[in-house]
Structures are given as C-alpha cells and as structure tokens.
C-alpha cells in the first residue's frame, strides 16, 4: 500500500536557522512526489513537485529512492514561512492521478 | 491555474440529516477529485469524479454514503448523507491541472468545515 509518513507533527524554529520537514514514502515503483502548503487563512497550495527539480521560495527537497525520502528544506527560513506542509505521492498506476497525503507538519518560525 | 470555489464554506448539521456540497471551477477540467480531513488528520481521497461517468470510489468510501454528481466539465457536488459526528471534517474538491508539462499538479478548492451534531 501506498504510504507517506512525516514523523513531525510540529517543528519549530528560529528565523535565520535552517529548517528541514521529513517525509518518508512507500511505494514500489517510481512515485512522483510533491510537497503542499497552506498559509493560515488559505487554500492548500503546491509548493514543489520532485520531477521538476525546482527551488521555490527557497525550499528545495530532494527524492532519495534508497532511503525512500523527499525531504523539504530551506538553508535560512523566514517568519512567512510559517505554515502547514503536507508531503504528497501520486502513484502512477492505471491512469489514476490521486494523491495520497501524509499527516502534515506545522511549521512555526520565530522571530 | 484553476479557480476553484465551494458551497457552503462551513455548516452544522444534525445528525441524520445530509447536506450536498458544491465545486465550481473556472475552466473545463477531466478529474475532479473529493478530500476529506478529519480534524487532526491528513487527507483523504474519497473518490475521483469525471463528467460522463460514475465515481470511482477509494476504500473506504460508498456511494450510498457520499453520492457524487458531475454534470458537466466544470461543476461537481458531493453529498454527505445520513450524517453522524464522525463525519465532521473539512471537505476539499481539487482538479488536476491538465495542461501539457503540469506534472499532475492539483489544485484544491477552499473547502467545507462540517460539523455534525
């Protein structure tokens, strides 16, 4: 089955220092993976998606097949950076474009 | 990217009761696709809806529960029925992006916090 773990329910850290979000996956074959954010008081947005190999805002997160993980991070984080991130798989099987989402972590940073 | 909008925003209902939530996109989109998040939960794919067809439901999901309708490329609704506190959550309607090099990205909708009492 299908499965992406983030183990931090909560991370909090200092504006300035670096910031990494966890996500681990299972799948067997080749997942495309993404990261989501949402911003207090907005919808659910994409943020990056592994297959473009893209730095947005800042975050980068680089797919390790041999470890099975997509981790987010950012070198300097920033106070708006303050949000809810949600790892995502989307299994290519059958046609089928879902995502299956893992639980979330809420990033807080200080000033 | 897609603008998406859904009625109502938030409801409390008795329970018992059913309430139909609506999804409205800018553009014509193939999939649109129904999320539920429980409170404290990730979310969770209930079904996928193409216009024409029947709903494909995930695990866990029935349609004699949630009723889906796709009348056409850009409007959808889901029905809630007969509903019980354990169905109160946030209720996300998400389209794919469709264009050529999107990767599959989806964009969702505001949402719908049901509460259920």
């Known amino acids: 089955a299908q499965r992406v773990t983030q183990p931090e329910k909560l991370l909090s850290v200092f504006k300035g220092a670096p910031v990494e979000l966890k996500c681990n996956y299972s799948y067997s074959g080749s997942p495309e993976l993404f990261w989501y954010v949402q911003y207090s008081r907005q919808r659910l947005q994409l943020l990056l998606r592994?297959?473009s190999r893209e730095s947005i805002k800042g975050f980068t997160a680089d797919l390790n097949k041999g470890e099975t993980s997509f981790h987010l991070k950012k070198p300097f984080a920033q106070e708006e950076d303050s949000a809810m991130y949600y790892c995502?798989?989307?299994?290519?099987?059958?046609?089928?474009?879902?995502?299956?989402f893992g639980k979330g972590t809420k990033l807080t940073v200080n000033p | 990217s897609a603008v998406i909008s859904q009625k109502p925003s938030r409801d409390i209902c008795q329970r018992g009761t059913s309430l139909t939530i609506q999804c409205q996109v800018d553009s014509q989109v193939t999939m649109m696709f129904w999320y539920r998040q429980q409170p404290g939960q990730s979310l969770t794919l209930i079904a996928t809806a193409n216009q024409g067809s029947e709903a494909t439901y995930e695990s866990g999901f029935v349609i004699d529960k949630f009723p889906i309708s796709r009348p056409n490329l850009t409007f959808s609704t889901l029905t809630v029925s007969n509903m019980s506190p354990e169905d109160s959550s946030i209720y996300l309607c998400?389209?794919?992006?469709?264009?050529?090099?999107?990767?599959?990205?989806?964009?969702f909708g505001p949402g719908t916090r049901l509460t259920v009492l």
């Open positions: 995502a798989l989307n299994p290519p099987q059958g046609g089928s474009e879902k995502l299956v």
């Open positions: 998400s389209v794919e992006d469709g264009r050529v090099g999107s990767y599959n990205e989806q964009f």
């Open positions: 592994h297959i």
